[in-house]
T-cell receptor, first 114, second 113 residues
């Protein structure tokens, strides 16, 4: 079965510290992986994606994610967190059999404290 | 330019009533998705439209759910005989190609009393 998991409901980090939001996946074939962010009272916004190529993907707002095939993970990272990064983050993977279908994790709430 | 818009933003209805939710995608985006997001959960794929091809309805949870889209324009999601478990935020997204990032609308919050 195809799926994606975000094991942490919430991540707390102090401003200026590095942050990591975890994502693991299970999919047949080569994974297409995405991260989206949802700010309060706003729609989901695309952050970055991995389709092929370098395992380290850089995206919007200074975020990056590392694709690890052996660990089936795609963790989101940022070297120095900002208070304005506080939001809900979703990992998504495209179904390996049905390319029209995407699976989203349950979301991780990131709290960055000043 | 204009993003994806959805209407209404909020809908409260009584159990057993039908509801219709609307999505206006970004102009030029051939692909359109509907998702359901229950409280505290991830997005659940419902249906996918690509141009004039037959839609992928594999995510629709029951025959009470249906959706239409004419060409590359507006889409409507209809829920007949609503149940309390249909209460959720319904999100629409559009994109040019299925492996590209999706652009999401603000969602419609449906509450079934």
């Amino acid at each position: 079965a195809q799926s994606v998991a975000q094991p942490e409901d919430q991540v707390n980090v102090a401003e200026g510290n590095p942050l990591t939001v975890k994502c693991t996946y299970s999919v047949s074939g080569n994974p297409y992986l995405f991260w989206y962010v949802q700010y309060p009272n706003r729609g989901l916004q695309f952050l970055l994606k991995y389709i092929t190529g370098d395992n380290l993907v850089k995206g919007s707002y200074g975020f990056e994610a590392e694709f690890n095939k052996s660990q089936t993970s795609f963790h989101l990272k940022k070297p120095s967190a900002l208070v304005s990064d506080s939001a809900l983050y979703f990992c998504a993977v495209r179904d390996g059999d049905n390319f029209n279908k995407f699976y989203f994790g349950s979301g991780t709430k990131l709290n960055v404290k000043p | 330019g204009a993003g994806v818009s959805q209407s209404p933003s909020n809908k409260v209805t009584e159990k057993g009533k039908d509801v219709e939710l609307r999505c206006d995608p970004i102009s030029g985006h051939t692909a359109l998705y509907w998702y359901r997001q229950r409280l505290g959960q991830g997005l659940e794929f419902l249906i996918y439209f690509q141009g004039n091809s037959a839609p992928d309805k594999s995510g629709l949870p029951s025959d009470r759910f249906s959706a239409e889209r004419t060409g590359e324009s507006v889409s409507t999601l209809t829920i007949q005989r609503t149940q309390q478990e249909d209460s959720a935020v319904y999100l629409c997204a559009s994109t040019r190609l299925s492996y590209n990032e999706q652009f999401f609308g603000p969602g419609t919050r449906l509450t079934v009393l």
